[in-house]
Structure formats: structure tokens, C-alpha cells
């Protein structure tokens, strides 16, 4: 626990201090993360259960001293999960209380929507709605779909897809697993694309989500899914029904 000292905080009542001063880009706490169970996250202790964090479908519990580390939105550390440690945002100066934005030590499986597809008994009707009356921008229009922006993401109508939400995904395959484990099943097995692969599973409440991992890039591009790659959905889709 060189470096850092353990005080009063609003971590079970504890918070790391900086023993000396750190550089910016020095770590200042290193961890080994132990990884555990669902079955063994249920059972732990409030204090145990604080220091708990998924790292994409993994939980694991932080030792000491990292788990007293404090959550602020001006945080003076970052979560490093590369290197397993707490690494300086900025110089700290000794007698400092550690701080880290908690937000970002969760790392979720599913990273964000990549489209939301509804079907409309045409595209010209679909549009004039979402368009014209709701004010949404055209992204790109072929004969049989369409899309529209929604923030980040695409909202695409369809005259022959059902509705479904499509997430991006680190790994499809390491996503399905995940699934699986979690207790979700898989409707249509993982499948390539030109671009990476998609998948179709169902949460154990119903919920069917298409899952693909198609490169950060090409997920945001504002132009037509390739046609493989239509071409793939539309088969997953199919396959789902």
C-alpha cells in the first residue's frame, strides 16, 4: 500500500489518501481484481457488494486498499483496467483524497444501440410520419428501408423486417456467451458479415435483442448497411420468427 494511506470516507466509512505526491500519469493504486460468481455476488455483505464492479459480463470484487477509493464527478484518478490500477488524472498532492468517477468502472457488454428497426406499410408513409410530422433527419432511403437520425443512433423503417433493437457489442460470440451464462437463450446462432458477425438472443423475460459487432466506425457511418450485411439481418431475422 505504498503511496497511499487508508482515512474517514464515504467508502463503509473509509477513503484512500495520497501518502505523498504523485506525478500526472503515475499509478497510484494497483489492484488484482478477484473475479467471482453471481451466486457469490448475492450473498456478500453491503460492504463487499460496494466494491463489486462488471467488467463485460465479468464480476469481480476489489481488494483493498482500491476499494476505498471515493466516487467524484472531478475525479483526480482513472480506472485503468489494462493495467489493473488507478492512474493520476492530474499532479496530487499529498494528504489529497483519492477519487475516481465510479461511472466508468462498470464496463458494460452491451455498449450501445446501434438501430431500432419498425415496420411501416411503406416508406413514403413512414416518412412523412418520422420526417415530416416528428421532425427527424433522413439518413439514407432505398426502396425498402429507410433511416432516420436518433442521436447517436439509427432508427430505420422497414416494410418487411419486424420490429427489433440492435446493440453493439464488443464480441458477439463473447456476448452470447454471456447471455447464456446470465440466463438468457440463444435464438439464432452467432453469423458472419462482411463486417463481424450478429446474433439474435432473448432475455428471460422475452425480450428478443439482434446483437452485432460490426467496427465502431461502420456502425455510426451515416450511409446503407451494406447489402451483406442487410442481407444477414434480414436472414437472422427470419430465423428468429
Known sequence: MSGVIIGKGSMSGKGLYAARDFKKNEVVVRYELKPITFSDLKALPPEDYAATHNVNGQIYMYPEPARYVSHSEDPNV?????QHADVALRDIE????ITVDARYDDVPVLKRIDAIVVKVPSIEQGLDFYREQLGMRTIWKKED??????GETKFVLSTRLDPETTFLVESVEHAVAVFEKAGGKVVAAPEDMPAGKAAVVEDPFGNRLTLVDVPEEQAAADGPPPDARRAAGEQLAVTAG
Open 94 to 97: 499529498k494528504g489529497e483524497l
Open 145 to 150: 428501408m429507410a433511416a432516420v437520425c436518433l
Open 78 to 82: 482513472r480506472n485503468d483496467h489494462a
